[in-house]
């Protein structure tokens, strides 16, 4: 492993910056002295508040996965020493509303970009994305970097083409190309369609009165659940300290519950949650008693559940010396107070 980067003000673009993985990143490599370009889309509708703290120290530049030409034309203008692609359709339920959508932006994007820095004959090195939903139904527990994978959804089978076409350049072209595969990382800036941010969201709701129950799908499936801000370190390392491109899992190797998030979450904002199937009475709980109404609605669930995603994180530690610094329950905490505060501002408003 080596020591240290290897070049002085590298430069680093990053696909996807408006995202939860990208603003953590983009704030990472600032701090380590990086000129960063972020890859936006041509007339997009992006919210940036999640990269509104360092728009001045940052360049957004225009591009677009689903074009090629696109691709060339920004790979060949800003030579960037590394590329990290995060840009995706990356929220499951919505790859079976958009399966093709989904497989062009997550699965040939990738395409895309590599054959960019191919055909412009770059030392580039490259970052994918890739996502513990590969393995879906799981072949072993806990799944390392041998695990076969076994997609359950058109997101996770677009995921695996990326993976694998990374794979394919690295070893067909000599690209340091190379794939991170991480677990379930959640933070604050998590988008609010995901289930865990909309657990954190309704604690802070229901404490201001704005909402009364929280509807949820599947309560058992179980995740490897680590902070955001973690991980994008694990990418960096992955270009920067190792000789030969190599892919790592990334996690915490610790899973946990839906349920279990959601009554850490609660329990740490004073509630007691009470569990209901859909269909069920209303009855009129008092808040003043400190319950919570939780419901499990079918509409949530998915046509094909990934039931536990469990990483052994064993390389990552070995050989590149990175672990999780926030603990699952820190983790959940800073969510609720977040959102807590986030309501409490709007309020004031």
Known sequence: MKNESRKVNPTALITGITGQDGSYLADFLLEKGYKVYGMVRRNSTENFERIEHIRDKITLVQGDLLDQMSMNSLIRHYKPDEVYNLAAQSF??????????????????????????????????????????????VREIPQNENTPFYPRSPYGVAKVYGHFITVNYRESYGLFAVSGILFNHESPRRGKEFVTRKITDAVARIKYGLQDVLRLGTLDAKRDWGFAGDYVEMMWRMLNLQDE????????????????????????????????????????????????????????????EVHQLLADPTNSLKKLNWSPKVKFEQLVCMMVDSDMNCIERLLKK
Request: charged share 25%.
């Open 92 to 137: 499951v339920p919505t790859s079976w509303d958009q399966p093709v959508y989904t497989g062009e932006a997550t699965g040939l994007g990738v395409t895309r970009l590599l054959e960019s820095i191919r055909y412009n004959l770059l030392e580039t090195r490259f970052y994918q994305a890739s996502s513990s939903e590969m393995f879906g139904r």
């Open 245 to 304: 491109p190599e892919d790592f899992v990334v996690g915490t190797g610790i899973a946990h519950s839906v349920r279990e998030f959601a009554t850490i979450a609660f329990n740490y904002a004073g509630y007691d949650i009470v569990w209901e199937d859909e269909g069920y009475e209303e009855k009129g709980l008092d808040r003043k008693t400190g319950d919570v109404l939780i419901v499990v609605d079918r509409k949530y669930f998915r046509p094909a």
